[in-house]
Nanobody, 125 residues
Framework: QVQLVESGGGLVQAGGSLRLSCEAS????????MGWFRQAPGKEREFVAA????????AYANSVKGRFTISRDNAKNLVYLQMNSLKPEDTAVYYC??????????????????WGQGTQVTVSS
Protein backbone atom coordinates (compact mmCIF):
# COMPACT_ATOMS: atom_id res chain seq x y z
CA GLN A 1 0.00 0.00 0.00
CA VAL A 2 1.15 3.53 -0.76
CA GLN A 3 -0.53 6.63 0.61
CA LEU A 4 0.14 9.95 -1.09
CA VAL A 5 -0.39 13.47 0.23
CA GLU A 6 0.12 16.51 -1.99
CA SER A 7 0.91 20.01 -0.79
CA GLY A 8 2.15 23.31 -2.16
CA GLY A 9 -0.79 24.39 -4.26
CA GLY A 10 -2.20 27.89 -4.14
CA LEU A 11 -2.98 31.06 -6.03
CA VAL A 12 -0.27 32.64 -8.16
CA GLN A 13 -0.12 35.25 -10.88
CA ALA A 14 0.70 34.34 -14.45
CA GLY A 15 4.44 34.07 -14.90
CA GLY A 16 4.95 33.00 -11.30
CA SER A 17 6.19 29.75 -9.80
CA LEU A 18 5.00 27.08 -7.42
CA ARG A 19 6.53 23.88 -6.13
CA LEU A 20 4.25 20.98 -5.39
CA SER A 21 5.31 18.21 -3.04
CA CYS A 22 3.98 14.71 -2.68
CA GLU A 23 4.80 12.75 0.46
CA ALA A 24 4.49 9.01 0.17
CA SER A 25 4.13 6.42 2.89
CA UNK A 26 4.81 2.76 2.38
CA UNK A 27 7.81 0.61 1.63
CA UNK A 28 7.21 0.41 -2.09
CA UNK A 29 7.87 4.08 -2.83
CA UNK A 30 11.46 3.63 -3.94
CA UNK A 31 10.42 0.92 -6.41
CA UNK A 32 7.54 2.92 -7.88
CA UNK A 33 7.43 5.18 -10.85
CA MET A 34 5.80 8.46 -9.87
CA GLY A 35 3.69 10.87 -11.83
CA TRP A 36 1.76 14.11 -11.68
CA PHE A 37 -1.59 14.53 -13.37
CA ARG A 38 -4.03 17.42 -13.38
CA GLN A 39 -7.71 18.00 -13.94
CA ALA A 40 -9.24 21.33 -14.81
CA PRO A 41 -12.96 22.04 -14.31
CA GLY A 42 -15.03 20.38 -17.00
CA LYS A 43 -12.03 18.60 -18.48
CA GLU A 44 -10.60 15.11 -18.32
CA ARG A 45 -7.62 14.33 -16.14
CA GLU A 46 -4.40 14.70 -18.08
CA PHE A 47 -0.80 13.67 -17.70
CA VAL A 48 1.71 16.31 -16.62
CA ALA A 49 5.01 14.64 -15.75
CA ALA A 50 6.53 11.36 -14.63
CA UNK A 51 9.80 10.14 -13.16
CA UNK A 52 11.26 6.65 -12.92
CA UNK A 53 12.10 5.03 -9.62
CA UNK A 54 15.75 6.07 -9.72
CA UNK A 55 14.96 9.66 -10.61
CA UNK A 56 17.20 9.67 -13.66
CA UNK A 57 14.55 9.46 -16.35
CA UNK A 58 11.60 11.80 -16.80
CA ALA A 59 8.74 12.47 -19.19
CA TYR A 60 6.60 15.56 -19.70
CA ALA A 61 3.45 16.60 -21.46
CA ASN A 62 4.20 18.93 -24.37
CA SER A 63 2.17 21.68 -22.73
CA VAL A 64 4.54 21.87 -19.73
CA LYS A 65 7.87 20.88 -21.26
CA GLY A 66 10.54 23.45 -20.48
CA ARG A 67 8.46 25.02 -17.70
CA PHE A 68 7.89 22.16 -15.22
CA THR A 69 10.42 19.87 -13.60
CA ILE A 70 9.67 16.64 -11.76
CA SER A 71 12.12 15.21 -9.26
CA ARG A 72 12.17 12.82 -6.33
CA ASP A 73 14.03 12.19 -3.10
CA ASN A 74 13.80 8.51 -2.24
CA ALA A 75 15.48 9.02 1.12
CA LYS A 76 12.62 11.31 2.15
CA ASN A 77 9.81 9.59 0.21
CA LEU A 78 9.08 12.83 -1.61
CA VAL A 79 8.26 13.76 -5.17
CA TYR A 80 8.31 17.35 -6.38
CA LEU A 81 6.87 19.28 -9.27
CA GLN A 82 8.56 22.62 -9.81
CA MET A 83 6.31 24.79 -11.94
CA ASN A 84 7.70 27.94 -13.53
CA SER A 85 6.28 30.47 -15.99
CA LEU A 86 2.79 29.48 -14.96
CA LYS A 87 -0.12 30.26 -17.27
CA PRO A 88 -3.84 30.58 -16.54
CA GLU A 89 -4.37 27.35 -18.47
CA ASP A 90 -2.30 25.53 -15.85
CA THR A 91 -5.14 26.08 -13.38
CA ALA A 92 -6.29 22.66 -12.18
CA VAL A 93 -6.28 20.22 -9.32
CA TYR A 94 -2.93 18.45 -9.39
CA TYR A 95 -2.66 14.82 -8.37
CA CYS A 96 0.34 12.75 -7.42
CA UNK A 97 0.27 9.09 -8.42
CA UNK A 98 2.40 5.99 -7.85
CA UNK A 99 3.02 3.09 -10.22
CA UNK A 100 4.71 0.28 -8.26
CA UNK A 101 7.00 -1.85 -10.34
CA UNK A 102 6.87 0.38 -13.40
CA UNK A 103 10.41 0.90 -14.62
CA UNK A 104 10.12 3.75 -17.12
CA UNK A 105 8.23 7.02 -16.69
CA UNK A 106 4.73 6.59 -18.06
CA UNK A 107 1.91 8.91 -19.06
CA UNK A 108 -0.61 6.08 -18.91
CA UNK A 109 -2.93 6.73 -15.98
CA UNK A 110 -4.04 3.09 -15.75
CA UNK A 111 -0.47 2.12 -14.78
CA UNK A 112 -0.81 4.13 -11.56
CA UNK A 113 -2.38 2.18 -8.71
CA UNK A 114 -2.28 4.86 -6.03
CA TRP A 115 -3.46 8.45 -6.11
CA GLY A 116 -3.39 11.39 -3.75
CA GLN A 117 -6.32 13.64 -2.92
CA GLY A 118 -5.05 16.50 -5.04
CA THR A 119 -3.98 20.09 -4.48
CA GLN A 120 -5.52 23.11 -6.17
CA VAL A 121 -3.36 25.35 -8.35
CA THR A 122 -4.93 28.58 -9.57
CA VAL A 123 -3.10 30.92 -11.94
CA SER A 124 -4.58 34.37 -12.37
CA SER A 125 -4.06 36.44 -15.52
Amino acid sequence: QVQLVESGGGLVQAGGSLRLSCEASGRTFSSAGMGWFRQAPGKEREFVAAVNRNGDSTAYANSVKGRFTISRDNAKNLVYLQMNSLKPEDTAVYYCAAAPGVVQPTALSFRYNYWGQGTQVTVSS
